[in-house]
């Protein structure tokens, strides 16, 4: 594979990363917190709803989860490609 065939599949692998962290961003901040709020309205959650609980809390922490497995998984891919440190 030429270098710049072995360049473009690894920001094609980095992309898809990206493009999946910001689908379940999106799902999570929008769709858990607003969309689907009334849904999950009759669920508790340490003494409030699980929807109002995404709102607040859930989604940061999901963003959070998602910085990590975006650093491991890039890692990984770095690695994968020989670019890594």
């Not at 493009?19 to 769709?31: M, R, T």
Request: glycine fraction near 8%; include cysteine; hydrophobic fraction near 50%.
């Amino acid at each position: 594979m030429s270098d710049r065939q072995s360049s473009n599949a690894y920001w094609q692998a980095n992309l898809r990363i990206i493009y999946g962290c910001i689908a379940v961003w999106a799902l999570v901040s929008y769709g858990a917190a607003i969309i689907f709020r009334p849904l999950l309205k009759s669920i508790p959650v340490g003494g409030t709803d699980l929807g109002f609980w995404f709102a607040q809390q859930g989604s940061i922490l999901c963003f959070i989860v998602l910085i990590f497995f975006y650093a491991a998984r890039m890692n990984k891919l770095d690695a994968e490609y020989g670019v890594d440190e």
